[in-house]
């Protein structure tokens, strides 16, 4: 589920609009740029985007590669943390629009900061229609968000603060991530380094708390951001 708002919430009003009720939304071509380091994560969202009937005009690793490629309307970026890039990168005049898949507060709080004519914040495991509806909005010049982080954002301030330095992964937790990005499986994985699967599960589940990611691509794309894996 979505919650939308008119675009003026970045002026400080909040009207909440029905997703049903606002007009226009899907009546012209909108052309995606997608930004995500992993491969996979791009060849995913190209795929999701296409079962949408939306165009994808092409796709990048990085924020600067994508702003200087070819025309497009919106920019679906897998990873938040390359918004510190965005002030710099943005043109003054907000003409694009801006897709996140993110769930922390914060990233809301960066992307308003952002010279942007309509924007989306969904979580990482958003459903391929919510992530169609996001974008199409966006590109009507509307602000969308999950309905969790809705709850989150709406509930009080969000004040962008810099993230903790999370902790560092173990030899063998580096050795887990690695084998994941490689697309093995537990089970494979654990042949491949002679221990369990419930131990390959305790692994995955402690380098997920310490990238703060969602599932195991979020997990390789962080971990190649990081430079801790080499996709």
Known sequence: ????????????????????????????????????????????????????????????????????????????????????????MFSPEPRLALVVLADDPRVVAQVRALPLAGWAVLPPDAEPGELGVAVRAAAAGLVTLGAALAARVLGGRVVAEPMAEAEPLTGREREVLDLVGQGLSNKLIARQLGISEHTVKFHLSSIFAKLGAASRTDAINRGARQGLITL
């Open 1 to 88: 589920m979505l919650c939308w708002l008119e675009s003026c919430l970045r002026e400080g009003q909040g009207r909440l609009v029905l997703p049903d009720t606002h007009p226009n939304v899907s009546q012209f071509v909108i052309r995606v740029q997608i930004i995500a380091i992993a491969p996979a994560m791009r060849a995913g969202l190209r795929a999701l985007l296409a079962a949408e009937g939306l165009d994808v005009a092409g796709e990048s690793a990085t924020l600067d590669a994508a702003l200087g490629a070819v025309p497009f309307d919106v920019l679906l970026l897998a990873d938040a943390e390359l918004l510190t890039d965005g002030a710099r």
